[in-house]
Nanobody, 112 residues
Framework: QVHLVESGGGLVQAGGSLRLFCAVS????????MGWYRQAPGKERELVAS???????RYAEFVKGRFTISRDNAKNTVYLQMNSLKPEDTAVYYC??????WGQGTQVIVSS
């Protein structure tokens, strides 16, 4: 059974940083496309960043230059380093494997 467990969310002031973690069990992250998504209240879930099996990385335009996705295959963990956070980054952040397997999410709140 596949489990994805996100952590690292919290409350931060605008301009601050957070690092999100996605610990994966039951599947190997190096054999899956891994992604971070977010969903703000009243909005649809949207892609933040993804990393392919071959290591190709994509970012949403609104996080380019501020967020960095990475993975540690030995730890089977995916990370999202978020810098220069803005109030509009407030959302629940979800980790996904192969676009179909989801974690429970971690809340990020950025205060102005």
């Amino acid at each position: 059974q596949v489990h994805l467990v996100e952590s690292g969310g919290g409350l931060v002031q605008a301009g601050g940083s957070l690092r999100l973690f996605c610990a994966v069990s039951g599947t190997t992250i190096s054999m899956n496309v891994m992604g971070w998504y977010r969903q703000a209240p009243g909005k649809e879930r949207e892609l933040v960043a993804s990393i392919s099996i071959g290591g190709n990385i994509r970012y949403a335009e609104f996080v380019k230059g501020r967020f960095t996705i990475s993975r540690d295959n030995a730890k089977n963990t995916v990370y999202l380093q978020m810098n220069s956070l803005k109030p509009e980054d407030t959302a629940v952040y979800y980790c996904a494997a192969a676009f179909t397997l989801w974690g429970q999410g971690t809340q990020v709140i950025v205060s102005s």
